[in-house]
């Protein structure tokens, strides 16, 4: 889990750095010089947050994972204790595959629409494109508290960017990496809408990257 909340953390800080950066430092103006388009440029930098974090953090993971199960091997043989079981009775594969699953299912490809809204105000905004990327959901969130006492909006970013509920019961995407669970997370509605808005966001990012000057 803490790996998870610091790959998530470097996701979102690249997102908003990733066009922002580009123009705050004049270096657009060479990348435009080459022969690549806005469209690879952009879905290149979307494929960092969305594929090679999630990818990156399950390696450091497995890794982690293996020099603890080492020193605890090693403290059991110095004790005098047999680590047959410890190594008979650990289900690694089954493990790593569940973990695999939800790192590119969740907290890549379900947070899509995330990181390419951040995406969007990082090729929009000219200064503090954190805040103008927080601003408009939580002042959406606030106004519809505050006129209607409900929270219709942050149940649907929930629902959609969260997994739905058979994520939060842990019913989908903490399951092996399987035929059945892969069926299941591809006919979760929600799964297709936020690609859908994912992929309107990232046209948007295109074109804004295509029209902004350096800032």
């Not at 493990?95 to 379900?110: E, K, N, R, T, W």
């Not at 954190?130 to 408009?136: G, Q, T």
């Not at 505050?146 to 649907?156: D, G, L, R």
Request: overall charge positive; charged content about 10%.
């Amino acid at each position: 889990m803490f790996l998870m909340g610091i790959s998530f953390i470097v996701a979102v800080f690249y997102s908003l750095d990733a066009l922002y950066g580009e123009r705050r430092d004049r270096s657009i103006l060479f990348w435009k010089s080459l022969p690549v388009s806005d469209l690879i440029t952009v879905l290149a930098k979307a494929s960092v947050p969305v594929l090679i974090v999630p990818l990156v953090t399950f390696a450091v993971t497995l890794v982690t994972q293996m020099i603890m199960l080492l020193l605890s091997s090693a403290v059991m043989l110095a004790r005098g204790q047999s680590v047959a079981t410890l190594w008979s009775n650990l289900p690694l594969f089954q493990m790593s595959m569940m973990l695999l699953f939800h790192l590119v299912a969740i907290h890549g490809i379900q947070f899509a629409p995330v990181y390419c809204w951040m995406l969007l105000v990082s090729g929009w905004a000219r200064r503090a494109p954190l805040l103008w990327a927080v601003l408009p959901p939580v002042a959406i969130g606030v106004a519809e508290k505050v006129a209607f006492n409900t929270h219709h909006f942050v149940s649907s970013l929930g629902y959609l960017f969260g997994g739905g509920p058979e994520v939060a019961t842990g019913k989908m995407a903490m399951l092996p990496l399987t035929a059945r669970a892969l069926g299941e997370y591809l006919a979760y509605p929600g799964l297709w809408i936020s690609l859908a808005i994912a992929a309107a966001l990232l046209a948007a990012a295109v074109r804004m990257r295509r029209y902004r000057e350096p800032i």
